[in-house]
């Protein structure tokens, strides 16, 4: 059965458009061969300077019922380092039918790392003795949910064997980094939030379109992983 296309927005024109790629004016070939290394070697510097910085995350002055974590799985195939994805069930409360990255809200007591393995294995059955957790992305907040989130990056050692959860999951799929880094892939309107315009950035796949914070979080993961 074909799988059912994103509800996330697509383009309707009614936005001003933003910047382009960060990575646009990089040659397409270096934009190409990203290998699970760099991914790694990235990952683990950002977390580096995070600690350096002493940076105390959002999340952790919030109460314990707003505080997630998300897992970014990372995976090399023919030589290109690929993250997994999801789509959320329809029938969630919250962004239904929307692409996102494997998690949910922390348990009293637990550390973002634990919560990111838990929530990735009761969605898309990942072991998660299979992960080797490489590193934090920056936390960031949403809007809708009012949700602190912080990316926990985990390396896997190949493609992994996943099956989706209905009840959470409606399609768990991956793609490569280098796809997602393809110019025409990534574009950026200005919406007006909170009385400011401010940019929202958009993925767009053949059955889906990745926005909001996965959105935000892969462009993080790129710039780190391209240098740009």
């Given at each position: ?52 910085a002493e940076q105390v995350s959002e ?112 399609r768990v799929f991956d793609v490569a ?52």
């Amino acid at each position: 059965m074909q799988a059912r296309p994103s509800t996330a927005p697509r383009s309707d024109g009614s936005h001003p458009t933003g910047e382009s790629a960060p990575w646009a004016r990089l040659a397409p070939e270096a934009r190409r061969g990203i290998e699970v290394g760099r991914v790694r070697e990235a990952a683990e510097a950002r977390h580096r300077v995070l600690d350096k910085a002493e940076q105390v995350s959002e999340e952790e002055h919030l109460p314990a019922g707003t505080r997630a974590a998300v897992l970014v799985p990372i995976f090399e195939e023919e030589g290109e380092a690929r993250v997994v994805l999801t789509r959320r069930a329809a029938q969630l409360r919250t962004h239904p039918g929307e692409v996102s990255f494997p998690g949910g809200r922390l348990d009293a007591g637990e550390t973002p790392e634990e919560g990111a393995l838990r929530e990735a294995a009761e969605e898309i059955a990942l072991d998660r003795g299979s992960v080797e957790v490489v590193g934090r992305l920056t936390p960031l907040s949403t809007l809708s949910s009012g949700a602190a989130i912080t990316p926990v990056v985990g390396v896997l050692p190949s493609r992994p064997k996943l099956v989706a959860n209905p009840s959470e999951v409606e399609r768990v799929f991956d793609v490569a980094l280098a796809d997602l880094a393809v110019v025409e892939v990534f574009r950026e309107e200005r919406w007006a939030v909170l009385g400011t315009l401010s940019p929202v950035w958009f993925f767009e796949l053949d059955e889906d379109t990745v926005c909001g914070a996965t959105a935000r979080i892969l462009v993080e993961l790129l710039r780190l992983v391209l240098d740009v």
